[in-house]
């Protein structure tokens, strides 16, 4: 089963800040978010193994707990850059890289 | 620079014809995957592949074949195109899982195939 992003648009102002959720059904052992400018390739964001560790990118920062099936990626002081669609992956155990994939969330940053 | 190039930008078929996506990485990579985009309902993985000839199907394989006869090089292949086949097709890639490290996935810039 796909995880569920929550929400699925979200428009902020520069400087505002965003969390966006990603909860599954199943088990999990890492969740990926990856990011996708309107007519470009996912990007790849980053990567949280099981542990509940938190990684950082730039001012984008996720957060992953086991314990709930559930990961937040926290975009902090949005800028006009970060506007895209964002996707969640997650993997079970012994999955071999294979990702199931969130519906996604569409995040527009306005001036 | 790492790089996944897919054959077309944009193709446009009849139904019922058979339709071929080639996708080729340049970066070793044991691990690549097919999926279809479409609005709402994110990315759909269609199939897979560890290693040269080894393919495994994801949660849509249903109309879709795959080759994979050189590392590099992941094709697939709609049989009979249909038109609820219309979509945005993105190819990946990734290395194999190294010790408890799940890979990153390198994606490609995608073909919009219309079936008409």
């Known amino acids: 089963q796909q995880p569920v992003q929550s929400p699925q648009a979200v428009i902020l102002r520069e400087g505002e800040d965003a969390v966006i959720n990603c909860s599954s059904s199943k088990a999990l052992y890492s969740v990926h978010w990856y990011r996708q400018k309107h007519g470009e390739a996912p990007v790849f964001l980053m990567i949280l193994l099981k542990g509940g560790e938190q990684k950082g990118h730039d001012k984008i920062s996720a957060s992953f707990n086991e314990k709930k099936q559930q990961s937040s990626l926290y975009l902090t002081a949005s800028q006009l850059s970060y506007s895209g669609t964002y996707f969640c992956?997650?993997?079970?155990?012994?999955?071999?890289?294979?990702?199931?994939f969130g519906q996604g969330t569409e995040l527009s940053v306005k001036p | 620079d790492v790089k996944v190039t897919q054959s077309s930008r944009y193709l446009v078929k009849r139904t019922g014809e058979k339709v071929f996506l080639e996708c080729v990485q340049d970066m070793d990579h044991e691990n690549m995957f097919w999926y279809r985009q479409d609005p709402g309902l994110g990315l759909r993985l269609i199939y897979f592949s560890y290693d040269v000839k080894m393919k495994e199907k994801g949660d849509i394989p249903e109309g879709y074949s795959v080759s994979r006869e050189k590392k590099e090089r992941f094709s697939l292949i709609l049989e009979s195109a249909s038109t609820n086949q219309t979509s945005m097709y993105l190819c990946?890639?990734?290395?194999?899982?190294?010790?408890?490290?799940?890979?990153?996935?390198?994606f490609g810039p995608g073909t919009r195939l219309t079936v008409l």
């Open positions: 990946a890639s990734s290395l194999l899982r190294l010790a408890d490290t799940y890979n990153e996935q390198f």
């Open positions: 992956g997650t993997t079970g155990y012994n999955q071999g890289g294979k990702l199931i």
